[in-house]
């Protein structure tokens, strides 16, 4: 059985351009799939997020438009709900690395609030990138290798790498009011090798331990991913 580690956003909102608090947290489908898959396969989860706060779930992320539908949002709930993990996370600056066998950040806009500024999340993503286990980033969590930055040089820098595109950030109507896009920050700001796929299709990207995610729905891939490597 191996322990896998989440590194969860804590943040409720995301500041926009005009100063409006926008409702944030994780992205549900993010967490709940990769969740399900992970722990039914036999492994421990445990979640950590900045300060142990509990996690917020974007609400959004639990329409029915949103996740497929009726049915699909009452099994993303009750997996939510099921979840005692997320109830009792660690505090990101109490995480032993050496204690789990691969770490997964799921996305939603929280990443964008607080990992991307997160010293330990760049302490804890630079020293798994460094130690060739792996590391799932899907969506908006790239976010967090901004935080990676010392001097402004990242590890990350030269790394293939996916993440949540402008086009889709566009599609969500927020990329005129946000302050930075992840696409634009990844490139200039990281230096990572940025690729992309088709607008809302699974698209995943793998580069030695690092595997990347573009949006909500290449979730289910890294969790497949994930337990073909963890095997």
Known sequence: MAKVLFIVSGATYWVLKDGTRYATGYWA??????????TDAGHE?????PGGVTPNVDMMSLRPAMAGGEQGALELEGIIRDAEVMRR???LSDVRLEDYDAVYLPGGHGPMADLAF???AGRLLTAQLASGRPLAIVCHAPAAMLATRIH?????????VTGFT?????????APRATWLLEDELKDKVGVDYS?????KPYMVEDRNLVTGQNP???????????????
């Open 118 to 120: 997160d010293a330990d």
């Open 45 to 49: 989860v445990v979640v950590a997020t």
């Open 196 to 200: 992309r796929g088709e607008t809302w």
């Open 217 to 231: 729905a290449s979730a289910a891939v890294l969790a497949d991913r994930l337990l073909q490597i963890l095997k």
């Open 89 to 91: 996370p660690l505090k």
């Open 29 to 38: 489908e993010e967490f709940a799939n990769p969740y399900k898959a992970i």
């Open 152 to 160: 402004g040089e990242s590890p990350f820098k030269g790394r293939k």
């Open 166 to 174: 402008n086009e889709e950030e566009e599609g969500v109507g927020l």
